[in-house]
């Protein structure tokens, strides 16, 4: 488990056939401030962030409930 802790991969096998992986777990995802993925993106196009708003709206159902709301 150190190991697999540390970053090592391990097939699993039986009888000589592979029968699983034992991976690492990725590591947890960072949030990234807006300001460094914009200066990160320098390619990227430009969004207006009313039209996805609109856009998002447009297809996703108003109507739908929310599952935490008791």
Do not use: N, W
Request: hydrophobic share 45%; no cysteine; charged share 35%.
């Amino acid at each position: 488990m150190d190991a697999v802790e540390s970053g090592t991969s391990f097939i699993v096998t039986r009888d000589g056939h592979q029968i699983a992986a034992l991976v690492p777990l990725r590591k947890r995802r960072r949030f990234v401030p807006r300001v460094d993925f914009f200066f990160d993106s320098p390619g990227s196009p430009e969004i207006d962030l009313d039209e996805f708003r609109a856009d998002l709206d447009a297809v996703v159902a108003a109507d739908v409930l929310d599952p935490y709301e008791r």
